[in-house]
């Protein structure tokens, strides 16, 4: 048995080059200094902490004077937001959420070789930032929760929509991280699409009556646009990022499309809403037919 560990071994060791680890072996600290090795790609993580510390700060103080009970929780489901994600930036800052992933054949990157700051190299290697599906997984269903309430919706469609997009972002991730096929990482794209399309159509095609019923149409609709469209982008960016089609194979560049995204969709959106609501509270005075705490929204 000794005999037959140590052949294994040094046919291990044949095959790899002696500074060259399997993905797994990774550690967290040479993932951090990768990224300190990679100021464009630490720098797409670092102006999205700045900008979620900035825009808690604001919101706070734009929601300081709100009083209407579904304003108020509205507010409070738009400052989750900027939360959620200055947290979320900060692990994958910090390497905690930030990973190497050995594609597999078919990927444009099997066959490649990825170099980490101290020399380390990995067969078929690629940076996975999975840490980016753990801050969508938590903020999406709070811009969704705020854009529903703005729409005065009914508690089925809310619930509906939070569930697709949780499922969204879930199997958005098992695409990312499946390393066993490349078929099965675009299976779990397509299934990760199709929850896509069903947010979509309740934004596209229930909410917007609401909202009508609401008096809130006009801001909603503005709303409802920026985030199919950003939607959409995240989508197709990452078919034609590192992760999916490689055409674009920069890490770096494919993570300051997704930063890009987030300011849009997050922080701009936010501040619309929040502009709006604090300008036009009395509308949603008008309509408002719950006192948080005590009931939800009507299901009629």
Same mark, same amino acid.
């Not at 071994?9 to 040479?30: E, F, K, M, N």
């Not at 706070?60 to 994600?85: C, D, F, H, Q």
């Not at 055409?247 to 300011?263: K, Q």
């Given at each position: #048995?000794?005999?037959?560990?140590?052949?294994? @071994?040094?046919?291990?060791?044949?095959?790899?080059?002696?500074?060259?680890?399997?993905?797994?072996?990774? @550690?967290?600290?040479? #993932?951090f200094e990768y990224l300190?090795?990679?100021?464009?790609?630490?720098?797409?993580?670092?102006?999205?902490?700045?900008?979620?510390?900035?825009?808690?700060?604001?919101?706070?103080?734009?929601?300081?004077?709100?009083?209407?009970?579904?304003?108020?929780?509205?507010?409070?489901?738009?400052?989750?937001?900027?939360?959620?994600?200055?947290?979320?930036?900060t692990g994958l800052a910090?390497?905690?959420?930030?990973?190497?992933?050995? #594609?597999?054949?078919?990927?444009?990157?099997?066959?490649?070789?990825?170099?980490?700051?101290?020399?380390?190299?990995?067969?078929?290697?690629?940076?996975?930032?999975?840490?980016?599906?753990?801050?969508?997984?938590?903020?999406?269903?709070?811009?969704?929760?705020?854009?529903?309430?703005?729409?005065?919706?009914?508690?089925?469609?809310?619930?509906?929509?939070?569930?697709?997009? =949780?499922?969204? #972002?879930? @199997?958005?991730?098992?695409?990312?991280?499946?390393?066993?096929?490349?078929?099965?990482?675009?299976?779990?794209?397509?299934?990760?699409?199709?929850?896509?399309?069903?947010?979509?159509?309740?934004?596209?095609?229930?909410?917007?009556?609401?909202?009508?019923?609401?008096? @809130?149409?006009?801001?909603?609709?503005?709303?409802?646009?920026?985030?199919?469209?950003?939607?959409?982008?995240?989508?197709?960016?990452?078919?034609?990022?590192?992760?999916?089609?490689?055409?674009?194979?920069?890490?770096?560049?494919?993570?300051?499309?997704?930063?890009?995204?987030?300011?849009?969709?997050?922080?701009?959106?936010?501040?619309?809403?929040?502009?709006?609501?604090?300008?036009?509270?009395?509308? =949603?005075?008008?309509?408002?037919?719950?006192?948080?705490?005590?009931?939800?929204?009507?299901?009629?």
């Open positions: #048995m000794t005999e037959l560990l140590a052949a294994e @071994t040094v046919a291990l060791a044949g095959a790899l080059p002696i500074d060259s680890v399997l993905a797994a072996d990774v @550690t967290q600290s040479q #993932m300190q090795e990679d100021a464009l790609l630490n720098s797409s993580l670092w102006i999205n902490i700045a900008l979620a510390g900035l825009s808690i700060l604001l919101f706070v103080y734009m929601g300081r004077n709100i009083e209407n009970s579904r304003a108020k929780l509205i507010w409070v489901a738009t400052l989750w937001v900027p939360l959620v994600s200055i947290a979320s930036y910090s390497g905690l959420t930030l990973g190497v992933l050995q #594609m597999p054949p078919g990927h444009a990157l099997h066959g490649g070789e990825l170099v980490l700051a101290d020399g380390t190299t990995i067969d078929d290697g690629a940076i996975t930032m999975w840490g980016r599906y753990l801050t969508w997984t938590l903020s999406t269903p709070f811009i969704l929760l705020a854009l529903g309430l703005l729409a005065n919706t009914n508690f089925t469609k809310l619930f509906t929509i939070i569930v697709a997009d =949780i499922s969204i #972002m879930v @199997t958005g991730l098992a695409a990312a991280l499946t390393t066993s096929s490349y078929a099965m990482r675009w299976f779990w794209y397509f299934i990760s699409v199709s929850f896509f399309l069903v947010v979509v159509y309740i934004l596209l095609v229930e909410w917007p009556e609401d909202a009508k019923a609401a008096g @809130t149409a006009e801001i909603f609709n503005l709303l409802k646009l920026l985030t199919v469209v950003l939607w959409f982008g995240y989508t197709i960016w990452w078919a034609l990022g590192n992760e999916g089609l490689a055409l674009i194979e920069s890490v770096a560049i494919t993570s300051w499309g997704y930063s890009i995204f987030d300011i849009l969709a997050k922080y701009v959106f936010a501040f619309l809403l929040l502009n709006w609501i604090t300008d036009n509270e009395s509308i =949603i005075a008008e309509h408002t037919t719950f006192e948080s705490g005590t009931a939800a929204p009507s299901d009629d």
